[in-house]
């Protein structure tokens, strides 16, 4: 899919957080490594799907990704002053959790027609072991429909940067691990996006298990 682009004020005011913030406080504070960067296709239409075990995930997702994204975060988010105009220039926008939200589907397609990355955690929510056991459809629902591939990225290490009780980052060692990208579902029936979906949740799990 090769669709139109985002206003240059949405591109420049999300590559200016990314090399100004983002990026040096990874490979500074948390010693990020990124492994398989070459695998990400450097146009077209791509589906990043990734595990999910922090608040701290969407800005280290994309910043591996090399792409700008554009991220599903949960609604409650965009209720809070300030942080909901940061995280929106930096590609997020709301999703109802625990219902089928449609909108933030046609978000997500939406974003991929404007030449950004979109990205989903393919469980849906944070897990404390950040494994995947129960992957959602949406991910692959919008891959079917927009006929892209699905990227598989393993995030590991990101469960500790925040302890219980505490608001304080730690400098925990990071590492991001890329997959090879995945054929989109063949169609939305459930039976392929149950398919596809568990193939990513696979994928990414036995990248998690590669460690540090």
């Not at 139109?4 to 406080?25: D, G, I, N």
């Not at 398989?36 to 800005?59: F, R, W």
Request: with cysteine.
């Amino acid at each position: 899919m090769e669709g139109k682009r985002e206003p240059f004020t949405s591109w420049a005011s999300y590559h200016l957080l990314k090399w100004s913030v983002v990026s040096p406080l990874l490979h500074t504070y948390f010693r990020i490594r990124i492994h398989g960067a070459e695998k990400v296709p450097q146009s077209g239409g791509l589906i990043a799907v990734s595990n999910h075990a922090s608040y701290c995930d969407p800005p280290i997702l994309s910043n591996c990704v090399g792409r700008p994204v554009a991220f599903m975060a949960k609604e409650e988010l965009f209720e809070i002053p300030i942080f909901k105009q940061g995280i929106e220039l930096y590609g997020a926008y709301p999703v109802k959790r625990s219902t089928g939200d449609r909108a933030a589907l046609r978000a997500a397609i939406a974003a991929l027609e404007s030449g950004w990355v979109a990205a989903v955690f393919l469980q849906g929510t944070r897990s404390a072991d950040a494994k995947i056991t129960d992957p959602k459809l949406g991910a692959a629902w919008i891959a079917a429909k927009a006929k892209v591939p699905l990227l598989p990225v393993s995030l590991w290490g990101t469960d500790k940067i925040l302890a219980k009780g505490s608001s304080f980052p730690k400098p925990v060692p990071l590492t991001v691990r890329i997959g090879e990208a995945i054929a989109p579902p063949g169609s939305t029936k459930k039976e392929d996006l149950q398919a596809v979906s568990e193939h990513c949740a696979r994928v990414i799990n036995s990248l998690h298990d590669l460690g540090r």
